[in-house]
């Protein structure tokens, strides 16, 4: 493996925990921010003058708070406005990523997860939706993983059976995961069964992202897998990003929630491609 494992999770409060006294000032200020995070990821952005009342704080300490969450790579600042959001050309961060579509992402893993037989070995990508396979994969043992992402490899290092392929690299926060020439050289330098991964919009039936690294390190993966599985909900049909992936068609199989409109589940048959709807108990 190309790089130190560092052990850190994707969880809010683990990121900013500075492990100080709980009656200091910099505890106060600790909760705080947690508290502002957590408010951006449920409203997606926020003015940072509204913070102030909010939360009772000066414009100057809302800006030093924001200043440090943007640092973590948790948000972006953008004239007064604190954001999560993504955008065509800024992918948001998986915090907020893995708050969003969670019951159709655990639908489209669960049938992801049929796509997966014992003995493979299998590129799982850093997307939000292929984390909601993890759950899933204890059935399917003994099987090689290797991924890029942080937060997947802390969660299967320690199922039986199933050999962990951690992939280093430059770390990126505001994906939890690695990516980079470093993280592409060991792709390349391997062959798996299967690639299950996720983009952030898909336009015109090809697959665009924010983010050229993670164009370049999921491309690596997809031409170093014998299948390829695309998982994407309804709202990737929304969405526009500056960095050209691939077409639809270079998948094996597409597989999509039952909340996407018929006029793309039509258009997409009809040109050929594979497209597997996912359904999810709505009562959940």
């Not at 049929?114 to 204890?138: K, S, Y």
């Amino acid at each position: 493996m190309a790089g130190a494992i560092v052990n850190k999770k994707v969880d809010v409060k683990e990121m900013l925990s500075d492990k100080l006294p709980s009656d200091s000032r910099h505890a106060r200020q600790l909760v705080r921010r947690q508290q502002i995070a957590e408010t951006v990821i449920g409203e997606g952005s926020i003015r940072i003058e509204d913070l102030t009342e909010r939360f009772g704080i000066s414009l100057m300490t809302a800006h030093r708070d924001v200043d440090a969450l943007v640092s973590r790579g948790l948000f972006r600042k953008t004239r007064g406005i604190v954001s999560a959001s993504p955008t065509s050309l800024i992918e948001s961060s998986d915090a907020y990523r893995a708050t969003r579509q969670a019951r159709e992402k655990k639908a489209i893993a669960a049938a992801a997860i049929r796509f997966v037989e014992p003995g493979q070995a299998i590129f799982l990508d850093d997307a939000t939706t292929v984390h909601e396979m993890a759950a899933l994969l204890p059935a399917k043992v003994p099987l090689t993983v290797i991924t890029n992402s942080l937060v997947l490899i802390n969660e299967l290092n320690d199922i039986t059976d199933l050999n962990l392929i951690g992939l280093g690299g430059q770390f990126y926060n505001w994906c939890n995961a690695f990516m980079g020439h470093i993280t592409r050289n060991e792709i390349r330098r391997m062959r798996a069964d299967t690639v299950f991964m996720s983009l952030s919009a898909i336009f015109d039936d090809s697959v665009f992202h924010q983010s050229p690294e993670t164009v370049e390190t999921k491309r690596a993966m997809l031409e170093s897998s014998a299948k390829r599985i695309l998982l994407a909900d309804h709202t990737k049909f929304e969405r526009r990003a500056l960095h050209h992936f691939a077409a639809l068609s270079e998948f094996d199989v597409v597989i999509v929630d039952e909340d996407t409109p018929i006029e793309h589940l039509s258009r997409m048959r009809s040109n050929g491609i594979n497209v597997v709807v996912a359904e999810s108990n709505k009562a959940d």
